[in-house]
């Protein structure tokens, strides 16, 4: 029993470990003023208990936090997959650059603190490390320290030992890299006055834009179109949108490819809006009606959503179907983890999906067996591709690159990797008959065991030396953290706010994305109640890991030259 509670086997490292998740969880239901830590506490439950002489197994706490980093980033790749290419588009360069001005600034930050105070500039990239919370690159600079200072005038085991010295000031800047990012947001949410209500509201209605599906009333008045079936208009217009329903001298009806325009004809489409000028142009006119208009004459078409159950039809196209012209129905939207598409001829479909369907009821009912429509079938979660990726996304993030002048190959590591991969198993998958599709509930649950477990080991890790590193001078590495999270921070959201107006989701992702930080993106999704800031957090995050990678490395080289 005394191995069991004051041991390092496995046994005593999964209680360990269990017992600071379960602790940390309970204090996160608590509030201040409306504010809760949420599972930040974990952390902090951890350093304690290490502190106070609970140790795990080193093999373990190592597995544990590398596996949980690669369940959280790769669940957040399966969600926003779907919409990750559209929201790139439309904000990610700037995003990006805003990113990439926040590693610059962590390491302007860094090189003036080491001039100004005297320490050495390798401690001062591990104190950098862990105020970005950036553990791939403190690994890194660990070993280009190895390489260049073994090479000239060290042995390999006092390299080594200097090496490992790094950690000492990650482990003592990691916590407050944590809790500085999250209070800035917190503070930045008071001082510009920010309506989360207000400003989620707004993302929703822009999300009417782009590539996402609206309705639209157009009337037939241009003269190139009158006789021209719908398969026959010019260039790739009818690939751009739907023609739901046809309105002819009062009477509605359901096109096909080989309908006919005529002159007045009315026509109720659905389509991305980014092609509503274009539209207007093709057809001449848009029609001042309500969808209310057509439902008072359209009682023998009923407009309802089947949900796409049968694996089988992962990756095949909606013309491929043909329901349309079996069953006199059309699929005009696509929805597909919160985004609602058009659903083109050429649109793939994957299971999961939830379609919006319009026919007669006897149509209705035959398409709904044909793609199954059975909630229950969705029930059971799709294991394959979630741990068939993870081995793909390590062995991406395992690829070396290499850059002239630094000794050490640059790796987007067992984080940057996973997460590049469910990204593009989430976008292309269903091109490829790839079914990617988990329920919302246990993406969530994938998601929180694996920021749980994360937290768990990191502060279980840092917690042995943490007070000693203080008492011994590692108070003043507290100070030179804070410097060089807030500095740069401060700096990325006034910039990001007051320039390019970003909204409050998206300062959270590019934040926490940006700092490579998990426990601030959990922090926000819990405290806000929105999925909009991993799109965000997921966007930067690939650019942002190898970035800091590198200059870790860099920095080291320099302290060197």
Known sequence: MHDLFFGTGVGHSIMLISFVIGMGMFLGRFKLKGVSLGSTWILFIGIIVSHFGFRSDPGTLHFVKEFGLILFVFSIGLQVGPGFFHSFKSGGVKMNLMAVFNVLMAVVCTLIISQVTGEDLPTMTGVMSGAVTNTPGLGAAQQTYIDVASGSFLSQVEASRAASALASGYAVAYPLGVIGVLLLLIVFKGIFKVDIDKERKAIEESESGANNARRMHVKVANPALFGKKLNELPGDAASSFIVSRIMRDGEISIPDNDTVLEKDDILLLVVSTKDVDALHILFGEEVNLHVDDWLKQDHKYVVRKLVVTKSRLTGRKIRELDIRHLYGVNITR????????????????????????????????KVSKLVGNTSNALDKPNIVPIFLGVVFGIIFGSIPIKFPGIPQAIKLGLAGGPLIIAILLGYFGPRYRITTYTTTSANLMM??????????????????????????????WIVYGLIITLVPVTLTIIISRLVFKFNYFQISGLVSGSTTNPPVLAFAQSQYGSEYTSVNYATVYPLTMFMRVLAAQLLILIAFA
């Open 447 to 476: 998601r929180e065991m694996g920021i749980c477990l994360f937290l768990a080991a990191v502060g279980i890790g840092a917690g042995e030396n943490f007070v000693s590193s203080i008492l011994g001078g590692g108070y003043l």
């Open 334 to 365: 696509i929805i597909r983890s919160g985004v609602e598409i058009v659903a083109t001829p050429n649109s793939y479909i994957q299971m999961g999906d939830r379609l919006l369907a319009v026919g007669p009821e006897v149509g209705i009912e």
